[in-house]
Structures are given as C-alpha cells and as structure tokens.
C-alpha cells in the first residue's frame, strides 16, 4: 500500500510560518508499528493518520472518517493543528465537499467546517483544577526559575500544567524567557503532566492591546521541546481564561512566532471553536511510499 504524506503549515496563510504537521491518507489499515515510525521519520510535532470507517468509504465524498496524531516519541490524544492540517487536506486537496466533517478520536468526535477561507474546529473544553505549589515545584523552578507565579492549574483530562504569570509582567517577558525544557523531564517528580502551559493575561491598553491571552506550550514528553502553535493547549487556555474573564469569545496570542487566532467558547455543549487559516500545502507533497505487510 502506497502512503501519500502531505505537509500543510497550519494556523497561518503563509508558507512555512504557522505550525507544520504532515497528514497521512490511509485507504487500508496499517501496522501499528507502522505509524511510529512514518511519525519519527517525518520529524513534525505531529504526523496525522486519516483512515476511512468503511470499505466503501472515500476520502472525496465520506463525511465520516478515523484520525489518530503521533509525535516523533509517541501517540497522543488530541491535536488541534494537525487535525486543522487533516481537514485542509480533504477540504482542498481531496476536494471533499461535505460541509462538516467528523472525526473518530480518542478524545472523542471532532468536527470541522470551511468557513469563507477559514477551517473552523469544534474541539473539546478541558477544565482546569487547582494544582499545590509543592508537588511541582522543582519543575516550575525549572521553567520560569524565580518569576512570580499568580496561578497554577492543572488539567486531569489533558495531563497538562497550567503555569499563569504574575499580571504585572508585560508580554516581552514571556516572549524573551530562555526555557530549557529538556530540563523538565528529570524535574517533573508527579508522573501527571505531560504538557507546560505558560500564560499571561493580556492588555487591555498599549501597543498589544486587544489580546486576552497570551501563551507558549512545552511537551518533552512527547519528544516536542516548544510547540509553535497549539490546538491542545487552547482547548484548556479557553476554559481557564473563559472563568477568569468571564468571557465567551477570547484572542489569544501564542508565543513562538507569535500568532493570532480567535476562539469562541461554547458553554452550551462543553466545546469551544478555533478559527485558523489552513495554511499552505503541496499537492505533490508524497514524500515517501511505505508497505504495509
């Protein structure tokens, strides 16, 4: 079987700025270990795995299809750019022309819709629960050394640590903070976190002003040092900024090259929406053929 692998630059309308992620197509089910090492070889923060439902299904005119997200290290349970990236591959490549597509995950159905030139997600909203300073502390020394820490979150559905900076540092020192998160490995004593949120309230004044948040992501764990831009991370940012602003819709800034997306809290039905541009890709984007046997 001949694997097509497409590369789309996620969360931006320019080529090779936003968040890469490779994407793919599988017309039959592959070997397990297969998908590891497609995953190691590519070298992405994630490599995702579109396979169809049914025999019968197809990838141009099916509603319906499986999505599994594997970093270099190993399989993950959600990932928001790499399925943005899936989803501008049926949308624009494939020219799927479904107005709503679902995916099986293992965080459950995820949709996604063409907006004008938009891909709009429907991911999950991850609550966020109080986290005692002592537990993690050697990994919080590890990450912001002495700064001052106005609140710490963790989220139990996402294995992630929310790390909020005092409001009186401005953004320049979130964006300068040198981060060694290699180091996180050997600090992180709990076992529970998987991933480093680090995030600051925004401005309502001055130069930035208009953003609500602003954030960087770290997952080690999972072989990804700093994520440029990240789904995940947002599904919890937009439930713990929601409560604290008391806010429905929220800008976030994420730090890395900085970026700017929308995201539009659902507190109806537990979901929230990240409205991204899909990026670049390549049609011609077969970067290797493997063989399942």
């Known amino acids: 079987m001949q694997i097509p692998v497409f590369t789309v630059d996620a969360f931006t309308n320019r ?17 397990e270990d297969l998908h590891q090492k497609i995953a190691m070889e590519m070298k992405l923060s994630e490599t995702a795995f579109i396979r169809k439902l049914h025999p019968e ?16 290290a190993n399989e993950v349970p959600l990932c928001g750019h790499a399925t943005l990236a899936a989803a501008a591959v049926l949308f624009l490549v494939q020219k799927n022309k479904n107005s709503v597509l679902t995916f099986v995950t293992l965080s459950g159905e995820l949709r996604a819709r063409q907006v004008e030139d938009h891909i709009v997600l429907d991911l999950p909203l991850y609550l966020t629960y109080p986290q005692v300073l002592q537990e993690v502390e050697e990994l919080i020394k590890a990450a912001v050394g002495d ?8 989220s139990p559905g996402t294995k992630k640590l929310l790390v909020r900076l005092s409001d009186a ?20 004593k709990t076992g529970k976190v998987k991933g480093l949120i680090l995030t600051l309230k925004g401005n309502s004044s001055g130069k930035h002003k208009g953003y609500d948040f602003y954030s960087r ?15 995940s991370a947002h599904a919890v ?7 604290q602003l008391g806010k429905k819709e929220m800008l976030g800034g994420h730090i890395y090259f900085l970026y700017i997306f929308s995201a539009e809290v659902k507190a109806k ?25």
């Open 15 to 31: 080529p090779f700025f936003g968040n890469p992620a490779a994407v793919c197509l599988l017309e039959n089910d592959l070997d």
């Open 57 to 72: 299904d197809d990838f141009a005119r099916s509603s319906c299809f499986g999505l599994r997200w594997f970093t270099p």
């Open 147 to 154: 700064m001052v820490v106005q609140d710490l979150r963790y």
């Open 169 to 188: 540092y401005e953004r320049s020192v979130l964006e300068e903070l040198q981060v060694s998160a290699q180091c996180f490995l050997s600090a992180e």
């Open 217 to 231: 992501y770290f997952a080690p764990w999972y072989g990804v040092l700093e994520d440029p831009v990240t789904g």
């Open 237 to 243: 940012l937009s439930s713990y900024w929601s409560e």
């Open 269 to 293: 039905n537990a979901s929230k929406e990240i409205s991204g541009l899909y990026g670049s890709y390549n049609e011609n984007a077969v970067v290797k053929y493997f063989e399942n046997r």
